[in-house]
């Protein structure tokens, strides 16, 4: 077994250098134009205007997964009991074998002030998902699997100061299959559990112009039993470790560059900490570089960072229609910039080579909610994002 | 006769309801043309290259399959049951003992030609063929120094069973994967392994990969 490896001298100068760079864009974020500290609430969250949702019709197509129809639908504060809910439905539409179901729901609160519960479900089917292996030096060659399975999430957390202080503990339960050493389908029903602690010191929950986020994520020791099932399968090689524990540090500064335009900067590192046996590849994480397929670049250490251009236009106008009940804000158009890479080592090597995504995209503000549409490139090609939420 | 209605009397109220539903229109009719424009301009990985087979064939050079030592060898999944044969030339390779499949080590037999540089390794794997045989070519690839030649390939024997090919080369050493479906869930995995010189195309591989079948 090895523990993590000695730290170079670069790393361990830009450890002691991340608090001034944190407080630094806390300053910057933070002072904003009128100078408040913490900036203050553009609008309360908590009294976001009921019944307001978003029922879109969509086709898609998903590099290595297919061309597929459905509808994205997100709803906030339904029947105003504070409660936020969303769904999806898809299937293919062509030769692709995908069904898609999931729905969530957020802010279900139990009558202890401050606390409250998110809940997610999901069950997938995509008939040709193509993966990559984890790895620094990971191959630009597609793994297929046949995706089957069924997600589940239970969060609760605890919010403070119109929800810039929030804590929150997720115990999710897997039940599929993952890939041994040898890339054979095993059968896998398995628990993970992780800690959040985020600091929100923005002008507004949904889409921020001004302030600064710091968040913290470490993954936990989880149940093997709970009211979503029991664990049953071999720990995989090919998903995450569980003997280690990933950290997940980040930093955004948003930043209103004129009165119509935004600059949101995040900042990201991660890494996996604990003994593994020599030459295992840990997965500890993957930056989330637009311009790549979703993990394409894993590793045990990581770095992410990316800015975003986001121009307002505002359009305060009522829609009534079938797909869509509320005030649809503004329209944006985003222009952005990410580099990232990952490593086996805390070193200068989280530096070299740095993979580039870059890309634009359009977002429609329906109060509480954000839709967003991203084309990115990179250079193993373009990704496609229709989604509910900024990056960051 | 139908009576046409003048176009003063419905023009207002089109007018009337036009700043909403325009709107909506344009960014539904802006996200799907997206979307589709990202479908047809190909963005998806779907149908990026011909799926159909291409023949293993008879194989190229000498020497020659004998027909006469030709020795049948069954596939044999971990529970010791037989789920298909396959064939090879016994006066070109020699079987390599190997120990009883095990879910760690699913290996069930070996061919070798020392003087030829070649060697065949026999693997049973579970779930679609294309699966185990990419991710082991990515593995090779990511932490042998392997280069992955191509983007893989599909196969056909002459029993007409599909195999996924991926090839793969180290500076003399030359790996070719090929990997089947058999019975239900279970399948075979050939790996061919030639050095300093590439004779994975020589007849005797082609026999041993023709002549698999359940």
Same mark, same amino acid.
């Given at each position: 077994m090895t523990g993590p490896p000695a730290r170079c001298p670069l790393v361990v100068l830009l450890a002691a250098l991340l608090p001034a760079l944190l407080a630094a864009l806390l300053l910057l974020g933070t002072a904003g134009p009128a100078g408040a500290f913490p900036p203050e609430r553009r609008r309360s969250y908590e009294q976001r205007t009921p019944n307001e949702y978003l029922a879109l019709p969509a086709v898609a197509s998903l590099p290595g997964i297919g061309v597929f129809a459905g509808i994205i639908a997100s709803a906030s504060n339904v029947a105003d009991t504070g409660v936020d809910a969303a769904g999806t439905v898809a299937e293919s539409i062509d030769k692709s074998d995908i069904s898609v179901r999931a729905a969530a729901l957020r802010? @279900?609160? @139990?009558?202890?002030? +401050?606390l409250s519960f998110d809940y997610q479900y999901a069950d997938i089917r995509l008939g040709n998902l193509e993966t990559f292996l984890p790895g !620094?030096?990971?191959?630009n060659f597609t793994i297929p699997i046949t995706a089957r399975f069924k997600f589940q999430l239970l969060r609760p957390i605890v919010r403070f100061w119109e929800r810039r202080i929030e804590v929150s503990y997720t115990l999710a339960f897997f039940k599929g299959f993952d890939l041994s050493t040898s890339g054979n389908e095993e059968p896998l029903r398995s628990h993970s559990a992780s800690a959040n602690v985020l600091l929100d010191l923005t002008?507004? @929950? @949904?889409?921020? +112009?001004?302030g600064t986020r710091l968040q913290f994520n470490t993954t936990l020791p989880a149940p093997h039993k709970s009211i979503f099932g029991e664990d049953a399968g071999a720990t995989s090689?090919?998903?995450?470790?569980?003997?280690v524990r990933v950290h997940n540090y980040g930093a955004t500064l948003y930043w209103p560059l004129t009165r119509r335009t935004v600059l949101a900067w995040n900042n990201e590192y991660f890494e996996a900490v604990g003994s593994v046996p020599p030459g295992t590849v840990v997965r500890g994480g993957s930056p989330?570089? !637009?311009?790549?397929?979703?993990?394409r670049w894993s590793d045990r250490y990581g770095v992410f960072s990316g800015a975003e251009a986001r121009y307002i236009y505002p359009l305060g106008r009522h829609l009534d229609i079938l797909i869509a009940h509320g005030v649809l804000e503004a329209l944006q158009v985003a222009l952005f910039y990410e580099v990232g890479q990952v490593s086996?080592?805390?070193? +200068?090597s989280l530096f070299d080579h740095l993979h580039q995504s870059y890309g634009a995209g359009m977002r429609a503000l329906f109060e509480a909610i954000v839709l967003r549409f991203d084309l990115a490139n990179s250079d193993e090609g373009v990704q496609t994002h229709l989604t509910i939420g900024h990056a960051f | 006769m139908r009576s046409e209605r003048p176009p003063s009397a419905r023009l207002p109220r089109l007018r009337r309801a036009s700043p909403v539903l325009r709107l909506a229109a344009r960014l539904a009719a802006l996200l799907v043309a997206l979307a589709l424009g990202m479908a047809l301009a190909g963005c998806? #990985?779907?149908? *990026? *290259?011909?799926e159909t087979p291409t023949p293993f064939g008879p194989? #190229?050079?000498?020497?020659?399959?004998?027909a006469a030592s030709t020795t049948p060898l069954s596939i044999v999944a971990l529970d010791s049951t037989s789920i298909g044969t396959l064939s090879y030339d016994a006066a070109y390779f020699t079987p390599v003992p190997v120990p009883p499949p095990t879910p760690a080590n699913t290996q069930f037999a070996a061919l070798t030609n020392a003087a030829a540089g070649l060697g065949l390794q026999f693997q049973i794997i579970f779930g679609r063929p294309d699966t185990p045989c990419r991710f082991q070519a990515a593995l090779a690839a990511r932490d042998l120094g392997f280069t992955i030649l191509g983007d893989g390939d599909k196969r056909i024997n002459d029993q007409g069973l599909e195999f996924d090919e991926v090839l793969l080369v180290r500076g003399p050493e030359h790996w070719r994967l090929d990997c089947a479906q058999l019975v239900g869930n279970v399948g075979i995995e050939v790996l061919s392994i030639s050095s300093?010189?590439?004779?994975?195309?020589?007849p005797q591989v082609h026999y041993v990969l023709n002549s698999i079948h359940p």
């Open positions: 802010d @279900v609160t @139990v009558g202890v002030p +401050h !620094r030096n990971s191959p002008d507004d @929950v @949904v889409d921020p +112009h001004v090689t090919f998903g995450r470790n569980h003997e989330p570089l !637009r311009g790549y397929p979703a993990n086996p080592d805390p070193n +200068h | 998806g #990985a779907l149908g *990026k *290259k011909d194989g #190229a050079g000498v020497p020659p399959v004998d300093p010189t590439d004779v994975l195309g020589t």
